[in-house]
């Protein structure tokens, strides 16, 4: 009897093993390499369009030749299920989080509750506003972004009192703010001496002589002229404009439309307008279906912001960080409540001229994508 109840025991014992072993070996990173603790967390904005679910893939191989682990989840348009990814991740001990918000001032709970931990927060493509918890940001320029459409609008502009019509990215979001100020520095001048005329915003009239605009000032004019960045609100928005708009408002203009997918609904609408004789208009992105636009001649340019180099970028900071280094940085952006030190991301204007240097020849596409190239 004894040896059948020592036999037991025995038997009791190994299962038990079994079963701490098995949960060590699965507490790792199903998103990522290794095992054991997570290394790097990262929380994407949603898996509902192609930009993240690639950055998905790009941040998985970053990390594939390192020691750490990662694990990568998606907020799915929810700044509540972003809290609770954050949580997520912090219970599975991550030493960074790479963190894209849905909305810049919600997610500052978020990385709150991971500085508590001691965790390196790095706000990745968009800034996280209004609190000190966020320790770096890796993003493209994007006051060189909306610096770059303005130029290429001024610099394709004819003659005098060309229409302008203005158009902006979602208020909760930062970088809107900073695309809109870079185009803005670069048009004011040019609306001021005559060569533009603003068509579809009283704000910006007002304040034409402005060149600096205050953040208030930015946002009485980007509450007219939101897209949120929203492809349906834009051609709304454009078709409202176009209803509305005198004779001297068309004929051939030049549109500042904050990135692709606004873009060619904004020129959709502008195209169908017989009185609309021709358009300049300006995007970013590069889209797969924006580039066969520019293509066409539907698109005037993009900005290429090449989300290979960004990820590098953040991912190479966090395993400097991890490796007890000091990440190098080339500039700060002020959130709020601090200066953000920032990695910043070269851009590229890609139009017509240069599409297949910069996105084929590249590798970026391929020509099988596009038709008439």
């Known amino acids: 009897m004894k040896k059948k109840f020592r036999g037991i025991a025995i038997l009791m014992v190994v299962m038990m093993l079994t079963v701490i072993l098995s949960a060590c070996n699965s507490s790792g990173n199903g998103s ?7 290394s790097v967390g990262i929380v994407l904005p949603t898996k509902d369009e192609t930009r993240w679910v690639q950055d998905e893939q790009r941040f998985k191989d970053a990390l594939s030749s390192t020691k750490y682990s990662t694990e990568i989840l998606f907020s799915q348009g929810s700044s509540a299920k972003e809290k609770e990814n954050v949580e997520t991740l912090i219970n599975k001990g991550i030493k960074v989080l790479i963190i894209c918000p849905q909305d810049g001032a919600a997610a500052a709970a978020a990385v709150e509750s991971a500085k508590k931990e ?28 909306g610096a770059a459409q303005g130029q290429y609008l001024v610099d394709h502009a004819k003659g005098k009192g060309q229409p302008l019509y203005l158009y902006a990215g979602a208020a909760s979001d930062n970088n809107a703010f900073l695309f809109f100020q870079g185009a803005w520095e670069v048009l004011q001048p040019k609306i001021v001496d005559g060569t533009f005329k603003i068509a579809n915003s009283s704000e910006a009239e007002k304040l034409k002589d402005t060149k600096e605009l205050s953040r208030d000032q930015m946002s009485a004019i980007i509450s007219q002229v939101t897209t949120n960045w929203d492809p349906n609100e834009a051609k709304n928005k454009a078709q409202t404009h176009l209803t509305a708009a005198a004779a001297d408002m068309k004929g051939d203009i030049a ?3 904050p990135n692709d997918g606004t873009a060619r609904s904004i020129a959709d609408v502008f195209s169908a307008d017989s009185a609309v004789t021709d358009y300049v208009i300006t995007g970013q992105d590069a889209e797969q279906a924006s580039i066969q636009y520019i293509i066409d001649g539907k698109q005037s340019m993009t900005v ?8 590098k970028d953040a991912m190479g900071m966090a395993v400097e960080i991890l490796d ?27 139009d017509k001229d240069n599409v297949k240097k910069e996105l084929i020849d590249s590798e970026y596409y391929k020509a099988s994508d596009f038709t008439g190239l």
């Open 324 to 350: 007890s280094k000091t990440p190098e940085t080339t500039g700060s952006y002020n959130n709020g409540t601090v200066d953000v030190k920032a990695k910043q991301t070269d851009v590229i204007v890609v």
């Open 255 to 257: 549109i500042l439309a």
């Open 118 to 145: 001691g965790i390196t927060v790095i706000a990745y493509d968009r800034l996280i506003t209004d609190t000190d918890a966020v320790d770096y940001y890796v993003t493209f320029d994007s006051l060189a972004v």
């Open 304 to 311: 290429f912001k090449d989300v290979r180099a960004l990820v």
């Open 32 to 38: 990522g390499s290794g095992g054991g603790a997570v």
